[in-house]
Structures are given as structure tokens and as C-alpha cells.
């Protein structure tokens, strides 16, 4: 595997290269979940990169920056064993100088559910995905489920500004007990991971009240939030996969979201019904 940590050395060598090209952008402390992400590049395409970049830009300056976890050495061995053939691993001042071009999250999308609480964190997201992205040219490009607002917007992005590449949208991987991999998850203490569990929970009561066919948003709504108590939640939602508001579940064409505070830490979920 070649570690390589500057934008243009990236470029240069990936010039050299004529082949399909699967990229995995990553923040780090690498889990089974971002493992699923590369194993489905490694499937689909000659060349496997991953990126490895805790973007500033996404975080407000009341928020984890400084703290998110950081696991170099265990995440390089991680992508070594699981086939990637180039780590990028570049610092805030390669990606970033002063007085940049940015992109602007869409006025409604961009600024709902995570983004109502975070109204600059998909700015960031869409701002440092289109650097990348231009920075490795890949053919296809994985993204997971676990944060469906991200890739919708993404998507949009992609869509919206004509860019070429293909996006991989993959499922959620889970702990045996329901709880969705998180890098955050180690910020929670152990009565903190007990409390957490009630996110699926809520997403598997939702399952399953829409297979008994009762199928009203709000009314599945209402019991989620029941069940969420006494966490702090910041939404539940149930929208189509175009992330459009509905009055009643359509099965095979929805999605139920939830981001609650558990302790310090957001953690979000969702199922795609
Ligand atoms: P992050 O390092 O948190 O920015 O995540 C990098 C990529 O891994 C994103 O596309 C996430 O959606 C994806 N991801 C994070 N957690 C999971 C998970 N539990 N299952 C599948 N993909 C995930």
C-alpha cells in the first residue's frame, strides 16, 4: 500500500495509472463499517483509494474538531489488510488555504434534519467531498447508507454540478445488538451504549408497525419518540428516498430517521423501509 499525503503527488501518480478507480472517503478510527465501504471498492475496481481527513470545514467551532478520535497506526494496518492500494492522508493545509471557494449546501435540503442544527456541516461536507473527488477522479465513489442526508445531498451534488463519477450507496453494518458503528461510539460510557441502543430500537419498532400495515407517518412517529425518552432527540422523520416529506409510508420507497444526543455525543440512524 502507498501512503501518499499531498494533493498533486496524488494526481501525478494516479496520472500514470489507467485504471478503474474506487475511492473511499473516510474521517478515520476505521471501522467494520468503512471496511464494508472498501471491500465493495475492492470488488468493483482495479485501483482502491482511501482518504483519510478529519475536514475542519464541517464542524462548528462548538464542536468535536479537536477531540474526534484519532487512530493512525490501526487505521493504516486496517486498510493494508483490507486491499487498499493507496492511503491519502493529507493535513488541513494541503486541502485548505485562506479566502476559498466553497459550496453551498441546497437552501432547503441542505438545511433540514442534521442541517438544522448544523447549518454549516453540509457546506463542508459538499465543499471537501468536490475536492476530492478532484483530487483522485475516481470512477466510483462509496458512501454509506448510515448517513442518508450526506449521501442525498451528495447525490444531488453529483447530479446538480454534471460531475461523471458513480455513487455507491452501501448499508448500514451494525453491532449483534442493533446499535449502527460510529467512530463516535467510543465516546460513550457503558450505561451511555446501553441508553444508545434505543436508536434502533426505534427504527426496528417503526419496522415493525409498518409490516402490521400501519403505515401513517405520524402515527409511527408518536410511538418512536415514546420509545426515545429520555434522550435528547433532535428529529425523527419518515420521508421518501428523495428525502420528501409523506403523509403515509410507502413500502419499498421510504426512510425513517433519527438523531438523538446520547450524553455528549449525536449519534444518527435510520432504516430504508
Ligand atoms: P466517516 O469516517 O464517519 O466520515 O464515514 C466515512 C464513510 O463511512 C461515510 O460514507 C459513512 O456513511 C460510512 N459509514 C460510517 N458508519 C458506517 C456504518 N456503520 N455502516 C456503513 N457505512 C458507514
Request: aromatic letters at 6%.
Amino acid at each position: 500500500m502507498k501512503i501518499i499525503s499531498t494533493p498533486l503527488e496524488l494526481k501525478r501518480y494516479l496520472k500514470t495509472i489507467n485504471k478503474t478507480i474506487g475511492f473511499v472517503p473516510t474521517m478515520g478510527a476505521l471501522h467494520e463499517g468503512h471496511i464494508s465501504l472498501i471491500k465493495e471498492a475492492r470488488k468493483q475496481n482495479e485501483l482502491v483509494v482511501v482518504s483519510i481527513f478529519v475536514n475542519p470545514t464541517q464542524f462548528s467551532k462548538d464542536e468535536d474538531l479537536d477531540k474526534y478520535p484519532k487512530k493512525d497506526g490501526a487505521d493504516k494496518k486496517i486498510c493494508e489488510i483490507s486491499g487498499v492500494d493507496i492511503l491519502f492522508f493529507p493535513n488541513a493545509k494541503d486541502i485548505y488555504g485562506s479566502d476559498e471557494v466553497s459550496l453551498m449546501a441546497p437552501k432547503v435540503r441542505g438545511f433540514v434534519l442534521e442541517g438544522l442544527t448544523r447549518p454549516s456541516h453540509f457546506n463542508g461536507v459538499l465543499t471537501v467531498v468536490m475536492k476530492l473527488l478532484n483530487i483522485v477522479n475516481p470512477t466510483k465513489v462509496y458512501f454509506g447508507k448510515k448517513d442518508a442526508q450526506q449521501l442525498n445531498l451528495i447525490s444531488l451534488m453529483v447530479k446538480q454540478l454534471f460531475m461523471s463519477v458513480e455513487i455507491v450507496a452501501v448499508d448500514t453494518v451494525r453491532e449483534s445488538d442493533g446499535l449502527a458503528l460510529s467512530s463516535r461510539n467510543i465516546y460513550l460510557s457503558k450505561d451511555e451504549r446501553k441508553e444508545a441502543l434505543k436508536i434502533s430500537s426505534a427504527l426496528y419498532l417503526a419496522r415493525n408497525l409498518i409490516t402490521r400495515n400501519i403505515l401513517e407517518v405520524e402515527v409511527i412517529k408518536e410511538q418512536m419518540l415514546n420509545s426515545l425518552q429520555p434522550l435528547e432527540i433532535f428529529y425523527v422523520e419518515i420521508l421518501n428516498h428523495d428525502f420528501e416529506i409523506i403523509k403515509k409510508v410507502e413500502v419499498g420507497r421510504s426512510l425513517v430517521l433519527v438523531e438523538v444526543r446520547v450524553g455528549e455525543t449525536r449519534l444518527l440512524d435510520n432504516i430504508w423501509l
